[in-house]
């Protein structure tokens, strides 16, 4: 049993936790988008508009509150004007990013919008800057948001949608460094400068512009976008980075087998994130030092090897309890620089990476991530308060802290979230509440052995219980077992 000693501070107010730190990431990937959220108005399977009921009710019930489409790589070669109009007559067009499998556009703006509507999600639309037009995109912009009397407009009433869609997210390219088109930084920016000119404000519509970010550590990067944006009112620039268990893009390690030392490896990995952050974000201040520009960090999560026998274009993966120390870590860190980053995505919802849910026909999996995005949800739109703890560090190799954590207010309320990142100790918290009077405290708790996961047959092995914490004179004690993520209540 490790001791660990907390303390929350509830009138150090640090910063406003921006909810879309809680989004999510759908990308015409796998079995993403077909055979995952949109199975067809024709399918067997309960459905709205072709988007599964049981998918919509479970990211209502996470208050799901932004997603990111198309892409991810797919963007950047996606061309909107396929993915409207009659289902029948639209073009098809083969995936070459992944997996090269026919697409034939039958779920296209109208219908993610529809899903943000059934989701009450805010969408964020990733536009296509490598091998699209700035007349393109111009136009995506003027058919989602312009009331009416332009040729765009008109376009979208006569494709049956009346009154404009409100978009807040416009993200211009992604991975442009990469997979948006092998760009430097010095070309990408200009670029970023000329489409974002002729994406406008329509009808009331206020644009929030993502301009693309680095790659993980590439520094430079985001030096030379900051310091060239100019005058261009870009609110945010995007960050992506993966957690990969071995370190090795050609041998990530498999989602379901893993020794303890690749579990800390992993873990270790995982909280390099934090690292990420602060140093982008000190680049980031010099030259916005009143943090008006938000760093995202749309892609994020675990990446594996694909489960054996699945397609290799479709990363595909399971999920077990190392995936949700994972997440409750990053959700912490996120929750921690929240006066900077202002929105994270997982990558991505649907059987893809780290997903929220997997589906095999008409069953569904919730899986040990998605149970720790329902317990971090009430984060979302709180004050993070401040939150010490003395810490001690385990595993062997790869040493990391035993303890993730993070508080926040709202409405008089108190939540704590707490991750036991070690799978053999338990940890015994005491932690001092000051400047905030509650006389009760209540959790919930996810737990279980480290390679449990969720599957067709057993999709309740791992979800959150109740649990028991004791609230005394203000000081919160709290036993966590090995490999846990609890979240505390105190009014
Ligand atoms: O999420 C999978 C891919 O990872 C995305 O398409 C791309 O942006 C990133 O490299």
């Not at 001791?3 to 910063?15: E, V």
């Not at 399977?45 to 009710?57: K, M």
């Not at 409100?166 to 760009?183: A, F, S, T, V």
């Not at 990530?252 to 020794?259: C, H, L, M, P, V």
Request: aromatic fraction near 10%.
């Amino acid at each position: 049993m490790k001791k660990i000693s907390m303390l929350i501070n509830a009138q150090d107010r640090i910063s406003h936790i921006s909810p879309e730190i809680y989004g999510h990431f759908s990308e015409h990937l796998g079995r993403c988008i077909y055979n995952g959220i949109y199975v067809g108005e024709d399918s067997p399977i309960p459905n709205t508009d072709g988007i599964r009921n049981d998918i919509i009710e479970a990211f209502k019930k996470i208050k799901l509150p932004v997603l990111r489409w198309p892409g991810g790589c797919f963007a950047d070669e996606y061309h909107w004007k396929d993915g409207i109009g009659e289902k029948a007559s639209r073009k098809k067009i083969i995936n070459t990013n992944w997996g090269g499998v026919s697409e034939d556009n039958s779920f296209g703006t109208h219908e993610f919008m529809r899903l943000c509507e059934l989701v009450g999600c805010e969408p964020y639309i990733s536009g296509n800057v490598g091998s699209g037009t700035v007349q393109e995109l111009s136009e995506w912009v003027e058919y989602m948001t312009l009331e009416g009397g332009s040729p765009m407009s008109e376009l979208r009433r006569k494709n049956g949608r009346e009154k404009p869609w409100k978009l807040r997210y416009l993200g211009i390219g992604n991975e442009n460094w990469g997979c948006g088109g092998n760009m430097r930084a010095e070309y990408y920016v200009d670029e970023y400068r000329r489409y974002q000119s002729f994406c406008k404000n329509y009808s009331g519509n206020e644009l929030f512009k993502i301009a693309c970010g680095p790659s993980s550590d590439d520094y430079s990067w985001t030096d030379t976008i900051m310091k060239n944006l100019g005058s261009c009112q870009t609110r945010g620039i995007s960050l992506h980075y993966y957690t990969i268990p071995t370190g090795e893009w050609s041998k990530k390690g498999s989602a379901r087998e893993f020794d303890s030392e690749l579990y800390y490896s992993t873990i270790s990995k995982t909280l390099y994130m934090d690292e990420l952050i602060t140093r982008h974000s000190e680049i980031m201040n010099r030259y916005d030092p009143k943090n008006e520009i938000g760093l995202m960090v749309d892609e994020w999560g675990c990446w594996y090897d694909v489960e054996e026998g699945t397609n290799p274009g479709f990363l595909y993966q399971q999920n077990t309890m190392r995936d949700a120390i994972v997440a409750a870590c990053n959700l912490n860190i996120f929750n921690r620089h929240s006066r900077r980053v202002v929105m994270a995505n997982l990558a991505q919802a649907v059987n893809v990476l780290q997903s929220l849910i997997l589906t095999e026909g008409e069953k569904l999996v919730k899986t040990p991530t998605y149970h720790v995005f329902d317990l971090f949800k009430e984060h979302q739109d709180g004050e993070l308060v401040y939150c010490f703890s003395t810490n001690e560090m385990i595993g062997e190799k790869d040493r990391i802290p035993l303890l993730s954590s993070s508080a926040s207010l709202k409405d008089g309320v108190m939540t704590i979230t707490l991750a036991n990142c070690s799978i053999e100790d338990s940890a015994e918290i005491s932690c001092d509440i000051r400047g905030f009077e509650c006389s009760e405290a209540s959790a919930r708790i996810l737990t279980g052995e480290v390679h449990t996961c969720n599957d067709f047959d057993a999709p309740d092995r791992i979800s959150p219980d109740e649990y028991a914490v004791k609230l005394e004179n203000g000081v919160l004690s709290a036993e966590l077992p090995p490999c846990s993520v609890v979240t505390v209540t105190v009014r």
